[in-house]
């Protein structure tokens, strides 16, 4: 069995132990111009015998797989957010079931073009799947401003 790995969007997520909460999960239309705190929850499956520490990167592209780049002021380049998590648990031969790790990445915030589609990519290890992959838009301009009016 080889790595996998789910991922959800969420306003905010933290981990205790090795479980995992969230707030305002599922969400895929970022509104407003400016990226406010978020968060991606992640729960990791490693085979028993790959036990350890393992590398997680995250990587912003656009909807045809570029890398998203905010420059200064308001961004620190190509947005890229990188962690290691030690997995561990028994190693017994006799289980077969994966060990799980819960990660929590927080988000900074930071301004992403209206009107435009991207996504979250997941690496572990420098190996990614298809579906490690979270996609989500930003509204334009008018959806905005008719979500706003709606809202009052």
Known sequence: MPID?????????????????????????????????????????????????????????????????????????????EESVAIEGRTDSTLRTPLVAAMAVSIPPFPLPEGQEFQWRLSVDGRTKRHWTIPFRTLEASEFALIATDQT
């Not at 406010?36 to 590398?55: E, F, K, M």
């Open 5 to 81: 790995a789910d991922m959800i969007l969420c306003e905010a997520a933290t981990t205790a132990g090795n479980a995992l909460s969230l707030i305002g999960g599922a969400w895929m239309v970022r509104p407003g111009p400016q990226m406010g705190l978020s968060a991606i929850a992640i729960v990791l499956r490693v085979p028993r015998r790959q036990a350890g520490r393992h590398d997680v990167r995250l990587e912003l592209l656009d909807y045809d797989g570029n890398v998203v780049e905010v420059e200064p002021p308001n961004g620190p380049g190509p947005i890229v957010l």
